[in-house]
């Protein structure tokens, strides 16, 4: 079976290290997945710039020659605060929470600095709103507790690093800045109706969308008055109901890592691929830290397999892959190069930089 002509609808992480190891191989030649994500341990953090920076450039002409694609998207979380993968002499920028009125100036340091890495996406702008004081995982990441100020600064954001061709993607949707749970570890229920999100979580994601976003990801949350059943990642009432056909979304629709623990139960039937397509999504993420990688091949012939269904492949399929080339053919593919100090320095300058640790996984 022929897995990477569904490639398209995958994004990969790869296994914890600075060099590709058989697994990565095996799954990125079998898959030929459309977008990589690159993690803290897969940049090199125990060398100097000129070094890790040539490990980044081997990686990622490695990765590129394996899928045999001229055009792909080349990803990582970079928010700023814990939330920053990359060694010194990159720029760590403080919380988005903290920088938000300099956020098209941030925005476009950040696109510079990880178009140098080859990178050509970044998983930010969080739209979320903090609006819960007992959320373990949004917090200080959000731009601020009112949608207003979330919408603003995000679109300043967008603006800023897609100057760079560095595409931004807007998460989490519907929006995860209310919930009390960790999504990593546990599955978030959030009790509101779809009224109470239109008047608070979606603005955010509607003043991103009406400013062209090219890419949103879901959240792993159940919204048990909207969707008894799935939570948004599967849910077709909030993807295609709610982001397509209420607020207007015409492209990409990316997953949260589905390895999360709030995923646990939800992809292991024989059809689950097959819903996630039909929900209204595009590009199905699965990474390392949380599960087993392998599993994107249960998974990718799933969806090869729903492609006999002819209704399914004309009226789901075709119009997501169609997605997808679209912003592939408009992304822009980055070499990897170094920056002059000064240059790094003058970003530091903009406001500051977060001297604590940084995490492997947010």
């Known amino acids: 079976m022929d897995l990477s002509s569904i490639g398209n609808h995958v994004f990969l992480g790869l296994q914890p290290s600075p060099q590709l190891s058989d697994k990565?191989?095996?799954?990125?030649?079998?898959?030929?997945?459309?977008?990589?994500?690159?993690?803290?341990s897969n940049f090199r953090h125990d060398t100097d710039y000129a070094t890790w920076l040539a490990n980044q450039r081997q990686?990622?002409?490695?990765?590129?020659?394996?899928?045999?694609?001229?055009?792909?998207?080349i990803a990582t979380d970079h928010e700023g605060a814990r939330v920053c993968r990359t060694p010194a002499p990159v720029t760590r920028?403080?919380?988005?929470?903290?920088?938000?009125?300099?956020?098209?100036?941030?925005g476009r340091a950040m696109g510079q600095e990880l178009a140098?890495?080859?990178i050509n996406m970044n998983f930010a702008p969080v739209m979320d709103i903090?609006?819960?004081p007992d959320n373990p995982v949004i917090g200080s990441?959000?731009?601020?507790?009112?949608?207003?100020?979330?919408?603003?600064?995000?679109?300043?954001?967008?603006?800023?690093?897609q100057s760079q061709n560095v595409w931004a993607c807007a998460k989490h949707f519907p929006g995860h800045g209310d919930t009390d749970v960790d999504s990593h570890y546990d599955l978030p229920v959030l009790n509101q109706s779809e009224d109470a999100l239109k008047r608070r979580e979606l603005i955010p994601f509607q003043a991103v969308i009406d400013h062209g976003i090219g890419i949103i990801m879901t959240a792993h949350i159940l919204f048990p008055q909207i969707d008894a059943d799935y939570p948004a990642t599967l849910s077709h009432k909030i993807t295609t109901g709610i982001l397509r056909q209420q607020m207007g979304y015409e492209r990409v629709v990316v997953s949260d890592d589905i390895g999360m623990h709030a995923m646990d139960k939800y992809f292991d039937d024989s059809d689950s691929a097959k819903r996630f397509l039909q929900a209204g999504n595009d590009m199905l993420m699965i990474c390392?830290?949380?599960?087993?990688?392998?599993?994107?091949?249960?998974?990718?012939?799933?969806?090869?397999?729903?492609?006999?269904?002819?209704?399914?492949?004309?009226?789901?399929?075709e119009p997501s892959a169609e997605r997808v080339e679209a912003m592939l053919a408009a992304t822009q593919m980055h070499e990897v190069v170094p920056l002059a100090?000064?240059?790094?320095?003058?970003?530091?300058?903009i406001d500051g930089v977060f001297g604590d640790q940084t995490v492997e996984v947010m």
């Open 141 to 161: 990441r959000a731009f601020g507790t009112v949608p207003d100020t979330v919408s603003a600064c995000g679109t300043a954001f967008i603006d800023g690093i």
């Open 93 to 106: 920028f403080k919380s988005a929470s903290e920088w938000a009125p300099k956020a098209e100036q941030i």
């Open 116 to 118: 140098s890495l080859g």
């Open 24 to 40: 990565d191989k095996h799954l990125l030649e079998a898959v030929r997945p459309a977008g990589v994500i690159l993690f803290k």
């Open 341 to 349: 100090a000064d240059q790094f320095a003058a970003n530091a300058q």
């Open 288 to 317: 390392t830290h949380f599960t087993d990688t392998d599993r994107i091949l249960g998974l990718s012939a799933q969806m090869v397999e729903a492609l006999q269904d002819d209704a399914f492949r004309k009226q789901v399929h």
């Open 59 to 73: 990686l990622i002409d490695e990765v590129r020659t394996i899928c045999g694609r001229d055009k792909m998207l």
């Open 130 to 132: 903090h609006t819960n």
